[in-house]
């Protein structure tokens, strides 16, 4: 197993400036910062690393206690990224997900892998950066990305100090020398809802508007599925450090980070844009998922017109 980690990409939160290692950006952002976002001219550069693309397979690291229910809700959006199910109703997670392909190397066709199960908290209920990485090691890393998720009650080193969730990569194989991307992504039900759950709970800092009632009928879960779509875009369009990024490369913006706090047109600090109403539960979302399943995604730079692009 790897216990190396290479600069892992931080989903950064609201209160900091977005300048770490990729610590992805979360969905709260104050107004100082998306009024950047917006305003300045977004540029990513390609700075000619390989990229994920062609057939990739996201195996998942359930770390804790989910629900049925909960895992459920997260393996159907995985397979509402190439699933033909999802593909009839527009817009879809499909759709938002092939924006990916405008980057180079064309498509990447994601397919659910194999799924490991720890529910005793093998290694504590406080992880560093580290055992993330040996969880991550657990299942087979060739075309993948292996993606650790943690329940509520378990703490990741920065989780809700600065960060949402993250991706980077890792060594593993005999000889260490197999590269292969990871993510991790928390439960921010209970720990930092304002942070990593926005717009389905109020922010800490900033406008303190309504929050949107989550398609999922859970805060936790469908604000790990925003942070999760981040870490996978960021994954796939910069997996090695060298990829498409805005910025220094242990501090940079990357394709779906450039975008944060956006998920609608007409987006502006404190309002994530316009956004799909389920008639029947009130529910805020932008893209359908298999299943049934409605899911609101955070806007994805589109390299074809160096522009946030949204949904709707």
Not at 30 to 47: C, F, G, N
Not at 100 to 129: A, H, I, N
Request: charged share 10%; hydrophobic share 40%; glycine share 10%.
């Amino acid at each position: 197993m790897a216990n190396h980690h290479n600069n892992p990409h931080f989903l950064i939160l609201a209160t900091l400036v977005v300048a770490s290692s990729f610590f992805l950006p979360c969905s709260a952002s104050p107004p100082r910062k998306l009024a950047l976002v917006q305003q300045e001219p977004l540029t990513l550069k390609y700075h000619n690393g390989p990229l994920l693309k062609g057939n990739l397979t996201v195996n998942l690291i359930w770390y804790g206690k989910f629900t049925p229910i909960q895992r459920s809700i997260i393996i159907d959006f995985i397979q509402s990224l190439s699933s033909k199910i999802a593909r009839t109703s527009q817009p879809s997670v499909f759709s938002w997900w092939q924006i990916t392909e405008r980057y180079r190397g064309g498509p990447s066709t994601v397919t659910l892998g194999k799924q490991f199960l720890d529910q005793t908290y093998s290694l504590g209920k406080v992880l560093t950066p580290a055992q993330l990485v040996v969880l991550a090691s657990k299942l087979p890393h060739r075309n993948s990305i292996n993606v650790v998720l943690t329940s509520a009650d378990v703490v990741p080193d920065m989780f809700c100090m600065s960060s949402c969730g993250a991706h980077g990569s890792g060594l593993a194989g005999k000889h260490k020398k197999i590269k292969f991307a990871y993510a991790w992504v928390g439960n921010p039900e209970k720990q930092c809802p304002g942070q990593c759950a926005w717009p389905f709970h109020q922010p800490i800092y900033g406008p303190q508007t309504p929050a949107l009632v989550s398609p999922n009928g859970d805060v936790g879960v469908d604000g790990m599925i925003m942070n999760l779509a981040t870490v996978l875009a960021g994954a796939v369009t910069n997996p090695f450090d060298n990829g498409y990024f805005q910025g220094p490369v242990d501090g940079g913006l990357e394709a779906v980070s450039a975008c944060t706090g956006i998920f609608g047109s007409g987006s502006y600090p404190g309002y994530p844009g316009k956004v799909l109403v389920d008639r029947t539960t009130g529910a805020s979302f932008n893209a359908y998922g298999a299943h049934g399943r409605k899911y609101l995604l955070p806007a994805m730079w589109d390299p074809k017109t160096s522009a946030c692009k949204t949904l709707v």
